[in-house]
């Protein structure tokens, strides 16, 4: 199993530009989030996704978009970069599956700069 | 909204030497779950051990293991027989019990302590 696959791994924009970071999980998992990761902030939810067609805004949601069409998709969209965006991006995904429950697999992050 | 808080930037031990890092959280809830996770330099997030709150008994995995006090907030991991690919970034998190799973996948971190095994 691939479990959760993020691409791409680094990305240079600049500001003003749109870009769509992908995330594909093979685990038929209902869950999926994204998160991204600051210094000294630990990592904080922007969006997530109970299943396919439904999504909701985390704690950071302003400036991205989230789609879930598919169980396994969950790209996000940067509409207008901008530098404060810059940061390490990364998906997770989950199961209320007895033996999974709780659990986060997380994909290998992505590394965004936004000059 | 909870918080979850990571007092210790960085941190040292000497390798097979014992080393506790700390997690103190903010809830009004009674029932959730708390994580550490730990990140090497490759960036991937590797989930090291979780509690849920209505164990009393403190979880264990191998060498980690976490000191787990609910009145006081506070989530401890503990690391025994220290290794060098301990050497990582970790992270405390909390996540709400949802019964109906509305919560799943949502989690609070911390803001990260930096341990470094000395040879």
């Known amino acids: 199993n691939a479990g959760v696959t993020q691409t791409p791994k680094f990305q240079v924009l600049k500001t003003g530009q749109s870009m769509t970071l992908q995330c594909a999980q093979d685990?038929?998992?209902?869950?999926m989030s994204w998160y991204r990761q600051d210094p000294g902030m630990g990592l904080r939810l922007i969006h997530y996704s109970v299943g396919a067609g439904i999504t909701d805004q985390g704690e950071v949601p302003n400036g991205y978009n989230v789609s879930r069409s598919t169980t396994e998709d969950f790209p996000l969209r940067l509409l207008s970069a901008a530098p404060s965006q810059t940061s390490v991006y990364f998906c997770a995904s989950s199961s209320d599956s007895i033996s999974g429950a709780n659990v986060l697999t997380f994909g290998a992050g992505s590394r965004l700069t936004v000059l | 909204a909870q918080t979850v808080t990571q007092s210790q930037p960085e941190m040292s031990v000497q390798e097979a030497e014992t080393v506790t890092l700390s997690c103190t959280y903010d809830t009004s809830e009674s029932d959730y779950y708390l994580f550490w996770y730990k990140q090497p330099p490759s960036r991937q997030m590797i989930l090291v051990i979780r509690?849920?709150?209505?164990?009393?008994q403190n979880a264990t995995e191998n060498r980690f293991s976490v000191n787990f006090q609910k009145a006081a907030k506070s989530f401890s991991l503990k690391i025994s027989d220290s290794q060098l690919g301990d050497a990582a970034m970790y992270f405390c998190?909390?996540?709400?019990?949802?019964?109906?799973?509305?919560?799943?996948?949502?989690?609070?971190f911390g803001q990260g302590t930096i341990l470094t095994v000395h040879p």
């Open positions: 509690q849920e709150a209505y164990k009393q």
């Open positions: 685990m038929n998992h209902e869950y």
């Open positions: 998190a909390y996540r709400s019990f949802s019964a109906g799973g509305t919560s799943y996948g949502k989690l609070t």
